[in-house]
């Protein structure tokens, strides 16, 4: 599933095509993604100004001049192309590759600038959803979500107060969109590498008895921003090449020091990167380097 960082490369890459231009007509081909397509979604957003295109954790959120928010996500295997006709380009920075089949284009948004904003998603987990912008804030999606990793909000003493009491992993409360919203997999296996702590240790252990952060808190904080920061700069510069423009993951897939490593040598000591099985899902790191 798309991260933070190719979500934010995506909502980058789609910004000016959708940015200050209107929907001019919107094609539904198949309302059946993740949760239907409601009844009324093109009669809703026909004929509305796209005032500014942000971004959730995960969730793209365009900002419609009719009062509703469109809240989009890709799920598995979504994708978005942006651009005119033959010159659409489909941003994004994606280590799992993206459909090439134009079989999966259900969503296709024709802008009042000439672009055109298709999105395909061959194994339907993707979502659109519209909600009126007054009830944002009680949305089921968007409620629980923890903090953005990148925000001055997140810092020590909150990771440390939202692990507070847990006896669960470091890997699986960072996977956690509760505690920290946008990482999976790749980055949680990458920010644990560069703070050199174990996936498995227990997540209590980053701050005191009185909930108060410890040395562990900050590097984990530290590392999340670092590795999230140079994905999101890697899948810039991946937008800028256009023989990158069929969505694959520019230069950061090699920068990768344990995900998807198993076996390899490590690249901060002379071990080897290990796999284990974490609640039904691969982690990757360096039993020697993290502790
Ligand atoms: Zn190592």
Not at 96 to 108: I, L, N, P, Q
Not at 180 to 195: D, K, S, T
Request: proline share 5%; aromatic share 6%; net charge positive.
């Amino acid at each position: 599933m798309p991260e933070l960082p190719e979500v934010e490369t995506v909502r980058r890459g789609l910004a000016p095509a959708m940015e200050g231009a209107s929907i001019k007509k919107v094609e539904v081909r198949d309302r059946r993604l993740r949760w239907p397509i409601v009844k009324d979604f093109e009669k809703r957003i026909t004929g509305s100004k796209v005032e500014g295109l942000g971004r959730r954790a995960k969730y793209l959120l365009a900002d419609l001049s009719s009062g509703d928010v469109l809240i989009m996500h890709l799920g598995m295997s979504g994708s978005f192309r942006a651009g005119k006709d033959a010159k659409a380009t489909k941003p994004g920075v994606y280590y799992h590759e993206r459909s090439k089949s134009t079989a999966h284009d259900y969503v296709v948004f024709h802008m009042s600038n000439g672009a055109t904003v298709t999105f395909n998603d061959p194994r339907r987990f993707g979502s659109m959803k519209l909600v009126p912008r007054a009830k944002l804030d009680a949305e089921p999606l968007l409620r629980n979500l923890g903090p953005e990793p990148l925000g001055n909000e997140f810092d020590a003493a909150m990771l440390a107060k939202a692990c507070a009491g847990k006896k669960t992993s470091l890997k699986a409360a960072l996977s956690d969109q509760r505690v920290v919203a946008g990482l999976g997999n790749i980055y949680v296996c990458e920010a644990l590498f560069r703070a050199r702590q174990s996936p498995k240790r227990r997540v209590s252990t980053i701050a005191d008895r009185n909930g108060k952060p410890n040395a562990r808190a900050q590097a984990l904080v530290d590392a999340i921003k670092a590795v999230l920061n140079d994905a999101i700069k890697a899948g810039g510069s991946s937008l800028r090449d256009h023989r990158r423009a069929d969505g694959s993951l520019g230069d950061f897939q090699h920068n990768f020091q344990v995900y998807d490593r198993e076996g390899e040598p490590c690249l901060g000591c002379k071990g080897k990167v290990k796999r284990i099985v974490q609640n039904g899902r691969s982690t990757f790191y360096c039993p020697s380097c993290q502790k």
